[in-house]
């Protein structure tokens, strides 16, 4: 800057005069929105006013009538309006003569030494800044923004104590060199290079440009199961200019460590198979004789296809279904001959065939469990995996709503009679339970048809094994994840009509036997709880092993059903028989003291004992 631009309009300058060479300290600029002198900035762009001979002769000035050479700069243009004027107009607005020492534009002070100067070189950059050279000046240091691993994420999976391998793609698109370093891995991680294996030990990453980063994986001293660790690297500009920002970069690696393989080596028993070394040799010299052909040979290297299908033991859970059926079927029929009967009158004969027919339901649920595969085709063993949940939760709801109804209704007639109130409840009152939970059961169990059914698979039995296809299982297995809330429901509406028979059988509890059931359900109850507590997790024990499944699902059905039909009917039979003989026996004693009774018929009116039953319309 020369001392011709003094004469720009909007310029304050502070100087020495004093100095030697140049003697200009500042420069300030006047800024018209705070009304004062502001100190110029170096790397901020100011337009002005000055005469047009000064931008057309003196030095420098002639540039900036030409093309703009900084971005953002905006050519100068010559005007039609002469100094003259100008100044001619500013001076009429002042009352006093102009002084440009009361504007404070021009000040000398020789108090300050140093001159001012915008130049900076290389050296004179403070820490966070770079030199720029065609600005000549030293801005902060950039942002690194766009320096990233392409992976976030690399999945590893370790099989048979090995090391497996793993690569992320490190991208620098900035347009500037970085430096990159290892900052924190895990112990189980090591790199291929043993640059980045060195924490802190710096890399060039060129702009633009990227690197390959190969590791390995040592799972030696991790536990099975999935681990997941974060590597974290350092990046910063690779300039030695004084930008010292380190910004941190990251990929995580996910590494599912398998058990380790079970060998299931001979140890003792090796001793046994040294005692069979002679028969080994008599079959190999039967076998290099000649007997069995090349074809036969290769043939026995494979085993045989083992479906394990059910095979003779479908008999034992047929004849299971089949006693349950027949029991059923007689205590049916039994109720249906007696529904005349005081005690079976008084236990309401509907209500005891409603629970024989939920029972003989719930019963035949063993015979779709006894279809495989072996008997019958792929879709009839599909319409036979459906079948089981269906008869099975029908047929418990239909029993034990059926013995809810039955129970309440007794309770609601002996606890109207205690106060003495009369009051007729039929069937149709206490119905309405069995209604909700019955269509409960069937929406829920249509739905499930529906969505996601149950279908036929075969399934290995070895998961493991590479090629597991000769030894493989049958089993019924829906194809999504609806099915479990679909089974959980069913649970919670077959575990309400439990439930609710249970409450009830409480209130009904000091009830007589002769009427209620309460007492034969808390000892069912118990008596199923210890059942299921047995046989469930045994029944995930053996998963995969279908004739065990199937003999202790169809046992664990059989129990169900027959200790229901026995704890509600053997007692009714036992009452019925006992009744029958007390009143056989009262017939004949009544008989044999006739004459006696005669004399005196107050007596005998006393002493004759009636037994009152409840009628039910």
Same mark, same amino acid.
């Given at each position: 800057m020369t001392d011709s631009a003094a004469t720009g309009v909007g310029f304050g300058y502070t100087y020495n005069t004093?100095?030697? %060479?140049?003697?200009?300290?500042?420069?300030?600029?006047?800024?018209?929105?705070?009304?004062?002198?502001?100190?110029?900035?170096?790397?901020?762009l100011y337009s002005f006013a000055a005469a047009h001979f000064i931008c057309a002769h003196f030095d420098r000035y002639p540039q900036i009538l030409g093309k703009a050479t900084i971005n953002g700069e905006v050519p100068a243009v010559i005007g039609d309006t002469s100094v003259q004027s100008i100044v001619a107009d500013y001076l009429t607005q002042l009352n006093a003569s102009y002084d440009t020492r009361i504007q404070e534009r021009l000040i000398n002070d020789t108090t300050i030494f140093t001159p001012m100067n915008f130049i900076q070189e290389e050296w004179d950059c403070p820490d966070g800044t770079i030199y720029n050279k065609k600005l000549q000046t030293c801005p902060n240091c950039p942002e690194i923004k766009r320096v990233s691993f392409l992976t976030e994420l690399v999945k590893l999976k370790s099989e048979k104590c090995e090391n497996p391998w793993g690569k992320v793609l490190l991208s620098n698109r900035e347009v500037f060199n970085v430096s990159i370093m290892t900052k924190s891995a895990p112990n189980w991680i090591m790199f291929n290079e043993s640059r980045f294996n060195m924490l802190g030990n710096a890399t060039t990453l060129m702009a633009g440009g990227s690197i390959a980063i190969d590791f390995y994986a040592r799972p030696t001293n991790l536990m099975p199961g999935t681990t997941v660790s974060t590597v974290l690297f350092g990046v910063a500009h690779a300039t030695d200019s004084g930008c010292l920002n380190e910004y941190a970069i990251a990929f995580d690696v996910s590494l599912k460590v398998l058990p380790k393989a079970e060998l299931n080596q001979l140890g003792n028993?090796?001793?046994? %198979?040294?005692?069979?070394?002679?028969?080994?040799?008599?079959?190999?010299?039967?076998?290099?004789?000649? &007997?069995?052909?090349?074809?036969?040979?290769?043939?026995?290297? &494979?085993?045989?296809?083992? #479906?394990?299908?059910?095979?003779?033991?479908?008999a034992a859970g047929l004849t299971m279904m089949a006693i349950v059926l027949l029991c059923t079927i007689s205590f049916g029929f039994w109720t249906f001959f007696n529904r005349k009967v005081q005690v079976v009158r008084a236990s309401q004969p509907m209500f005891l065939i409603m629970i024989c027919v939920g029972i003989f339901v719930m019963g035949t649920s063993i015979f779709p469990l006894s279809i495989d595969d072996g008997i019958a085709s792929v879709s009839a063993c599909n319409i036979a995996c459906m079948a089981v949940p269906w008869l099975a939760s029908m047929g418990f709801t239909i029993a034990f709503s059926a013995l809810f109804s039955k129970i309440w209704r007794i309770y609601k007639l002996v606890e109207s009679a205690k106060a003495l109130i009369r009051l007729k409840v039929t069937e149709k009152d206490v119905m309405a339970p069995f209604a909700i939970l019955f269509g409960l059961n069937f929406s829920c169990l249509l739905a499930w048809t529906l969505v996601d059914p149950l279908l036929w698979v075969r399934r290995p039995v070895n998961e493991g094994d590479v090629d597991g296809s000769w030894n493989t299982y049958g089993t019924c297995q829906s194809s999504g994840k609806a099915h479990i809330a679909f089974l959980v429901i069913l649970l919670i509406i077959d575990a309400g009509a439990l439930l609710l028979s249970c409450v009830v059988a409480y209130y009904a509890r000091n009830i007589s036997d002769e009427f209620s059931e309460s007492k034969y359900l808390g000892v069912?109850?118990?008596?199923?709880?210890? #059942?299921?507590?047995?046989? +469930? *997790?045994?029944?995930?024990?053996?998963? %995969?092993? *279908?004739?065990?499944?199937?003999?202790?699902?169809?046992?664990?059905?059989?129990?169900?059903?027959?200790?229901?039909?026995? +704890?509600?009917?053997? *007692?009714?039979?036992?009452?019925?028989?006992?009744?029958?003989?007390?009143?056989?026996? &009262?017939?004949?004693?009544?008989?044999?003291?006739?004459? %006696?009774?005669?004399?005196?018929?107050?007596?005998?009116?006393?002493?004759?004992?009636?037994?009152?039953?409840?009628?039910?319309?």
């Open positions: 004093k100095l030697e %060479g140049s003697r200009l300290i500042a420069v300030e600029v006047w800024d018209t929105s705070e009304n004062q002198y502001l100190p110029l900035e170096r790397l901020k028993i090796r001793a046994a %198979g040294l005692t069979m070394m002679a028969l080994f040799f008599f079959v190999q010299s039967v076998l290099a004789s000649g &007997h069995f052909s090349t074809a036969k040979s290769k043939l026995s290297r &494979h085993p045989k296809a083992e #479906l394990n299908q059910l095979g003779n033991i479908r069912g109850v118990v008596s199923w709880l210890q #059942l299921l507590v047995v046989g +469930l *997790p045994i029944l995930f024990l053996i998963d %995969g092993m *279908p004739v065990a499944s199937y003999f202790l699902k169809s046992a664990v059905i059989s129990a169900l059903c027959l200790s229901m039909l026995l +704890l509600v009917f053997v *007692p009714k039979l036992i009452l019925s028989r006992r009744k029958k003989s007390m009143k056989g026996a &009262h017939v004949n004693r009544t008989r044999a003291s006739t004459t %006696g009774f005669d004399a005196f018929p107050q007596l005998a009116s006393t002493t004759s004992s009636r037994i009152a039953y409840p009628v039910f319309n």
